[in-house]
């Protein structure tokens, strides 16, 4: 088994030693790299504009690193008169590993669909919400917050940056590698590795095992043409490792 490990540091670094020291063989090939998010200096600002028990949304595990930094760096702390969300259990936890405050999660799911489940957040009639996020994602969240009632607003806590690979050196190291499998945790990621694939190589990239972190990419993946496609639970690395040594994925 050897596993191309496309996610930015540090979670490549987690996920490699630990598919290692399962007895896979795992590769690093990071497709974008993340750095501090345009508005991220102005998240002490927006946060001082919310009222007692309006919302903020932590969208993902960077987000919550930055905007955590960033309000340790400004001596502030995160305000107990606030409801936070997050998407997922693992994003969540990390929040409160952190800050030490309380966080709402659905159990179901790591996705806006999930957390948009939670009957809170039904009527939001004069509420204001947070999102805090990198550059882009999770419209469909803030549309159905707007619809139900909510003030939206995002602040760009982190940012998610193409790495650039000459394509002719790509193709032949991975394919001469032999990669049997690639760990893609985006839609963006995804797209990013499309675009490296050459024409003559095409056939072999579609039929490696391709694991991903949700059945919309999943279905992105298929239309492509990628033949063996598996889906995680989540976007954790625990989850993509128990995935990857998985023995029913039924891929």
Request: glycine residues 6%; aromatic residues 8%; contains cysteine.
């Amino acid at each position: 088994m050897k596993i191309l490990v496309t996610r930015p540091e540090p979670a490549a670094s987690e996920l490699i030693a630990a598919i290692n020291q399962r007895g896979g063989e795992a590769y690093s090939l990071p497709l974008i790299s993340i750095e501090p998010g345009a508005e991220l200096e102005s998240l002490d600002a927006r946060i001082n504009l919310l009222d007692k028990n309006d919302l903020i949304f932590l969208l993902s595990k960077n987000a919550v690193w930055y905007a955590d930094s960033a309000l340790k760096q400004a001596g502030l702390n995160w305000s107990d008169k606030l409801s936070y969300y997050g998407i997922g259990q693992s994003t969540s936890q990390y929040f409160t590993m952190l800050t030490g405050r309380t966080i709402h999660w659905a159990e179901h799911g790591e996705t806006s669909e999930a957390l948009l489940s939670l009957p809170e957040l039904h009527a939001l009639t004069d509420k204001r919400a947070l999102l805090l996020r990198g550059n882009g994602g999770r419209e469909l969240l803030a549309s159905t917050l707007r619809s139900r009632g909510a003030q939206v607003e995002y602040c760009e806590c982190y940012a998610r940056h193409p790495i650039s690979y000459d394509k002719t050196e790509f193709n032949q190291k991975w394919v001469n590698t032999d990669i049997t499998d690639i760990v893609i945790s985006s839609g963006q990621m995804l797209a990013l590795l499309n675009e490296l694939i050459a024409e003559n190589t095409k056939e072999w990239w579609f039929n490696r095992r391709l694991l991903v972190v949700s059945e919309r990419i999943a279905d992105q993946a298929r239309q492509d043409g990628w033949q063996k496609v598996c889906v995680a639970n989540s976007a954790d690395n625990n989850a993509l490792l128990e995935a990857l040594f998985s023995t029913d994925m039924g891929c």
